[in-house]
């Protein structure tokens, strides 16, 4: 009787191995890593030490190519600066909200010292991905991302126009 039920636990186990196998192989979206598998060095081989950290993005803004400017910003990112300066009326709820840069992308300031702001992306019936952040009140820091907050490029906006 005994050799019955463990031949029945056998296929269980190789389904198991099988869903591990699968999981680890399975294709990822882009930005999600599998799982680091790390074995032990050979006998007598040294350590070689904590497994290597994917790269990672500079996290301090880099300046636009022309410091200072708005050269290379959409219009429509122009238009949500010049709301922003007057005040709005802005075309989203969400314009004015705070932003949490939970992600560590800009400097670290206190929580309400940013706030995000809409930029338009023309054909688009949603929000789309771009937005300009501001920091202070009234705004010392420009920064405008085109894919949602992973990269940003300060700028200077200017003096408000008329």
Request: aromatic share 10%; charged share 20%; net charge positive.
């Amino acid at each position: 009787m005994r050799g019955a039920s463990s031949r029945r636990a056998a296929p269980w186990l190789w389904l198991a191995a099988l869903l591990i196998v699968a999981w680890l192989l399975w294709p990822r979206s882009p930005g999600v890593e599998a799982p680091a598998i790390r074995t032990a060095p050979a006998a007598g081989a040294a350590d070689p030490g904590p497994a290597p950290s994917p790269p990672v993005a500079d996290a301090s803004p880099a300046p636009s190519a022309d410091t200072g400017t708005m050269a290379g910003l959409p219009a429509e990112a122009r238009r949500t600066v010049r709301l922003i300066h007057s005040g709005g009326p802005f075309p989203h709820a969400q314009d004015g909200s705070v932003f949490g840069n939970r992600e560590g992308h800009l400097p670290r300031q206190p929580r309400g010292w940013y706030r995000e702001y809409t930029v338009e992306t023309p054909g688009l019936r949603h929000r789309g991905a771009r937005r300009i952040v501001t920091g202070g009140d009234p705004p010392q820091a420009w920064y405008y991302t085109d894919d949602h907050y992973e990269t940003f490029r300060r700028f200077d906006p200017g003096a408000p126009r008329p």
